[in-house]
């Protein structure tokens, strides 16, 4: 698949950092605000950058694996969660509100009768949820790839309406599951590290989770050989959800347009990782919303060297601990754009008298 990433530049972010010094503060007094603000900066190659109107796009699909016992709730609370959203009755529809962020549903794979969700995309369900993963392929290559088009297209169209932040958000009981799968055959690491409880799995739930990662991953490595080698599209494929496909589309599709994007927990950064190994550059456009307290996001953000904004114990998804950074990102934005430097304030330096 062809996205056009470009680079963020290094010399646009040595400026930042040396204009950060001149703004009327000790420097590093902001902390990791100050890193923040210097990389909207060289993502917007200006040192006055500006954050408008942000956007979540949450992909949601189902997963033939809950059929195997990985989850506490039933496989039916995707599409209800769905319409929930639509209805604006969700988390992540009062946090949006709350953090000037306008909410983008898309049904890339539910199990249900009729598409529940539409973009403007026309119909964007790829299939009504994925293979049982332990047993058979997730999906095809084929599926694959047009779900991740699919997260593209609503990508480019919330930045078509005026998105100049753009999140992903996730919806899909089971997908847990299937991110322990992918996350432990891309970074090379055996279940147990990255398997946690998601929705809140009792032990012998847990236990039975972990048994069927580790058959998941036992059966895709059968076909494609060593899963950290080979193609992520193939990995994807045997593995994945068609709502981490979309997610890893709506990253790709955000970094071709040159936005700044918000992981949220452990199933998005999935995506993010996926999307970056399918195209490197994507990483440079990255912030971590927060860090969720499954014990592969954890992994994740340590592969993808991203630092979270937030650390508040939370694990729902829907893209909520995304957005909830948002108004840190903003801040980071207003600090570079409208603080005075210490020449223009009169404000004398370390050192001078």
């Known amino acids: 698949m062809n996205f056009h990433v470009q680079p963020v530049s290094q010399d646009w972010l040595r400026q930042a950092q040396t204009y950060q010094n001149t703004l009327t503060k000790p420097p590093g007094s902001l902390g990791f605000l100050e890193a923040l603000g210097c990389q909207l900066a060289a993502i917007q190659q200006t040192l006055h950058p500006q954050l408008g109107k ?16 990985v989850s506490a709730y039933p496989a039916e609370v995707t599409a209800q969660m769905v319409q929930n959203f639509q209805a604006g009755g969700a988390a ?22 009729h598409p529940l969700a539409s973009v403007g995309l026309g119909v964007s369900r790829v299939r009504p949820g994925t293979g049982n993963i332990r047993l058979e392929a997730a999906m095809t290559l084929a599926e694959a790839e047009q779900a991740i088009r699919v997260g593209a297209e609503a990508a480019k169209a ?34 147990e590290v990255v398997t946690g409880r998601g929705t809140g799995v009792d032990d012998a739930q847990y236990r039975r989770k972990l048994e069927v990662v580790r058959a998941a991953l036992h059966r895709a490595e059968a076909r494609l050989g060593p899963l950290s080698k ?23 599709a955000g970094a071709e347009a040159g936005l700044p994007l918000v992981t949220d927990g452990f199933p998005v950064t999935t ?16 912030f971590a919303g927060h860090r969720s307290v ?17 650390e508040l114990d939370l694990r729902l998804g829907e893209g909520t601990g995304a957005v909830l950074s948002f108004p840190v990102l903003r801040a980071a934005a207003a600090v570079m754009a409208g603080m005075a430097t210490f020449s223009q304030a009169g404000v004398s330096q370390t050192g001078e008298p």
């Open 230 to 252: 080979a193609d992520p599209l193939a990995v994807l494929a045997e593995l994945g959800g068609l709502e981490i496909a979309a997610i890893a589309g709506v990253f790709l």
């Open 158 to 191: 919330a930045i078509a309406k005026g998105a100049t932040l753009l999140a992903a958000g996730d919806m899909g009981i089971g997908n847990t599951t299937a991110s322990a799968a992918l996350t432990a055959a891309l970074l090379g690491v055996q279940p």
């Open 271 to 286: 995506g993010a990782l996926l999307a970056c190994r399918i195209e490197p550059r994507v990483r440079d456009y990255l």
């Open 54 to 69: 942000g956007a979540v796009v949450v992909c949601a699909a189902d997963h033939g694996v809950t059929t195997e016992g």
């Open 92 to 113: 992540i529809n009062q946090i949006a509100r709350a953090a000037e962020a306008e909410v983008w549903v898309v049904d890339v794979g539910v199990r249900a009768p």
């Open 294 to 310: 499954e014990p592969g996001h954890t992994r994740q953000l340590e592969a993808l060297g991203l630092r979270p904004i937030l």
